[in-house]
């Protein structure tokens, strides 16, 4: 009797466990990716509402810079918050996420993260943005598909940043820190310019390593001039 | 262990099935809201930054 209950009771307990970790995989699978493109949405509907408030009166935050071809210094980004929309069209071409201030946790499960120490957008220097390549929502999941030549555009709601792509994949270490330097050594890069990187990790569901791309800013238009070509079918 | 929780649940045999369902759904609530969001960051998934903030 005692013998029987021990092992019923350790089979309940396997079978328990078992059941437990398939809801992980659910989750992490599934469930992260229904609730990341929820809050995305609601980070883009919230700039947008943003932005749309701001073209009638003066706003004194994000959307402070006027809106003519040159953009002058924004003000600063406030942490954990979304202020632009990254459009990628060789990842499809309805991709577009937000791209929140700082890369914490947290704030990555929102949308993409502005390493808070870089450039802004525009500005000159690197304006690094790191994404997840898996899991809520797989923002950067095609990361690889990237080419040299690809645009990567932006808005902050006055002006539409468009980059291409000089180089990448590039893979590296997860302490290389040096590739989201104002001038990046390893990209070729050779004076101080406007550029980008992107970084998520590799391989795909793991952290050994990095994948890089770099971009410099190859044009600007104001809002108002209409979608950039990119972004045009 | 399920069989002690079935024996100490009230009602007939119908209230105990649907006691046992609610429970059930009770505990993977329980775990999609706390416990998974704890455990997840955990796992690599998470580390796509070069300067690991």
Not at chain 1, 145 to 167: E, N, Q, S
Not at chain 1, 201 to 207: L, N
Request: aromatic content about 12%.
């Amino acid at each position: 009797m005692r013998v029987r209950l021990v092992v019923r009771t350790l089979s309940e307990l396997c079978i328990t466990v078992g059941a437990v970790i398939v809801l992980f995989v659910v989750y992490v699978l599934f469930w992260t990716g229904v609730k990341a493109d929820d809050v995305m949405g609601e980070q883009i509907d919230q700039l947008q509402e943003q932005w749309s408030k701001g073209s009638v009166e003066q706003p004194k935050g994000t959307g402070g810079s006027q809106s003519s071809a040159s953009p002058s210094a924004p003000a600063p980004y406030k942490k954990d918050k979304p202020f632009a929309i990254m459009y990628i069209p060789r990842l499809g071409f309805t991709w577009n996420k937000p791209v929140l201030e700082g890369t914490g946790v947290g704030t990555l499960k929102k949308g993409l993260g502005h390493y808070a120490r870089t450039a802004q957008l525009g500005q000159e220097g690197n304006f690094s943005v790191a994404g997840h390549r898996r899991t809520y929502g797989d923002p950067f999941k095609d990361f690889p598909k990237l080419r040299r030549g690809d645009a990567v555009v932006l808005t902050d709601g006055t002006t539409w940043f468009t980059y291409r792509i000089d180089k990448g994949p590039y893979k590296t270490v997860p302490t290389d820190v040096e590739v989201i330097d104002p001038v990046p050594r390893k990209s070729g890069y050779q004076r101080s310019g406007r550029y980008l990187t992107l970084t998520t990790c590799d391989p795909e569901w793991g952290h050994s390593h990095r994948l890089i791309v770099w971009a410099h800013l190859d044009s600007t238009q104001p809002v108002e001039a209409g979608k950039p070509e990119a972004l045009r079918r | 262990m399920y069989g002690w929780i079935w024996r100490h649940l009230p009602g007939n045999a119908w209230v105990k099935a649907l006691l046992s369902l609610v429970l059930a759904l009770a505990v993977v609530y329980v775990l999609f809201q706390y416990v998974f969001p704890w455990a997840e960051p955990l796992l690599p998934f998470n580390d796509v930054t070069v300067d690991n903030q």
